[in-house]
């Protein structure tokens, strides 16, 4: 089991990584969690696989635990579905000193935590991440919330789980287009702040898509690795933590208006990189010949390197102008002075980004 | 103008108190804050008295004001009144740099407070409280949240106010039973901690009961640093604290049994500080002498001093069960041992608390 501490303060909290955690998530939590009970939030898919080895190492632990099965799907990561949680934790008397655990992907990891922000104004919170995407992104940094039909994670809080299980096993179930979009977010680490990772994960790629357990250990450890360092510096992301959302800007405007869960996340964002790194070279602030190595690589992991046919400069800018990364009526754009260098910039005027967009 | 700084670090901010404030709005919260745009947030009946002279010194100062108005009571203090809220930011494309006023009562401002903590994970606050019982209590202390069916204050969060603007004026216009609950957390304030401040209210009584502004002006400032000091030593309800909450065990469970907005919260928590208070003569902690000093008190300030007639202990039992005082299993009482000094405790059995409720 590999182990790294997610440095805050009085919320740090460590990330375990491993083969087989999710058999062991009782041992490793009665150490960490002064509660005597747990809610389990979850989805059917996931339940499928693992509710029951999660809930039999929880209860041979002690812990007195129930469950709650949202239904399946970033459509469902509404304030509606979220308030399921509440009805749950409520029918079961849970107390102030619960905790929540989230076992699935993203989805389910934001509206757990978010739940656990505002039960009783705050209980303890656990993360189980299901999905390739979940363990390396929305598993680390506190980020919590759901969406609002007119934009997504628009209503949530920040806040800190007590631990994160990382068992890489579950990847083994886990969709083949699911796997590619978790991968988005591994090579953005690279892409980012990370050259010397970028530079593995090309030598790694086949070797990753072929899910070897060593290989996605120390995949996901680096990712979380070169999360967990940008969070620290920038818990409530005043400034540096915005280049997490390399590629989300163009990305977040293609999945609202595709509708969401018709691109997954990653998708969406491998395509928002692909613009993202467009726009730089054209500035003069990205080399010309990283353009086609990051195409190269993306489309190795199974990745779009484009946004959808026919999705016009008009639909973009609706969905970016409502985006959270608009700062006093300017748009904020995080782009790259070279492969390992992302900066966040609003240089960039609405004109030049709508001559971009066209084109 | 009488101003006080709730001391709580970097989250720090002053409580302005005096007359015709609101008509100074926009000049005080111009330095206070960077936001171009205010969404104001309040109800009907508010509305028609105050929110013109509000919106007049906002815009005069500066800043694009935005309103959304909600339906007035307790009864909509949920899930889906709360919506509303994003609904309008969202509508009127309020971004991360917004400021959320709330104009109102403890409702408003609890549920506009707690939409400012989670729109877009945290956006900056200001309460303009106008209930005597919203300017002692709720505008001091950071707690915001909403009810769910099965319990008060169940979904929420902890998140201080930039800055708290109370004009003492506001009051003329309150109903006297609402002013009548006010007084009961201002009685409270010197049953718990400052016996000088009891001794002061029954000297005073009659000319607050008149609504003179200087005494009025007076008891607000009192209480508010009383809870100042409090919450100041103890931000996130750990320890000393959970005093404030003297008679709102047996308080919140009138409330849910009658349904809420039934009787008013202060009602509930004056009938329920006399339980706690004749529970307390029962254990030998408060001497007998002051149980009619402080049902005298209540009695001058309009309040009710005992339970629902025909409310069964067993209904107190049910609603107090699932009270967010419950810590592993027992219950948590606030009581006194003498005037001016409250205990937390669990050393009431669930016996003992049974045999009292239904003598």
Known sequence: MRSLEVDLGPRSYPIWIGEGLIA??????????????????????VAGHYLGALRQSLEGAGFVVSQVVLPDGEAYKTLETWQLIFDGLLADKHGRD??????????????????????????????????????????VGGKTGVNHPAGKNMIGA?????????????????????????????????????????????????????????????????????????????????????????????????EASQGYGQWLHGEAVAAGM??????????????????????????????????????AAAEFLKYMAVDKKVQQGRIRLILLKGIGEAVVTDAVTAEQIQTFLEA
């Open 24 to 45: 062991q998530a009782g041992e490793c939590l009665r150490e960490r969690l002064m509660s005597p009970k747990i809610m389990i939030v979850t989805n059917p898919v």
């Open 98 to 139: 619960t905790t929540v655990v989230a076992l699935g992907g993203g989805v389910i990891g934001d509206m757990a935590g978010f739940a656990a922000a505002c039960y009783q104004r705050g209980v303890d919170f656990v993360q189980v991440p299901t999905t390739l995407l979940s363990q390396v992104d929305s598993s």
């Open 158 to 254: 920040f806040y800190q789980p007590k631990a994160v299980l990382i068992d890489v096993t579950v990847l083994n179930t886990l969709p083949v287009r699911e796997f590619s979009a978790g991968l988005a977010e591994v090579i953005k680490y690279g892409l980012i702040g990370d050259a010397a990772f970028l530079a593995w994960l090309e030598e790694h790629i086949d070797r990753l898509m072929a899910r070897e357990s060593a290989v996605l250990i120390e995949a996901v450890t680096r990712s979380c690795e070169n999360k967990a360092r940008i969070v620290g510096l920038d818990e409530r992301e005043q400034g540096i933590r915005a280049t997490l959302n390399l590629g989300h800007t163009f990305g977040h405007a293609i």
């Open 274 to 311: 692909v613009m993202a790194a467009k726009l730089s070279v054209q500035l003069g602030w990205l080399a010309g010949q990283e353009l086609p190595r990051l195409v190269r690589l993306l489309k190795a992991a199974g990745l779009p390197i484009a946004p959808p046919a026919g999705m």
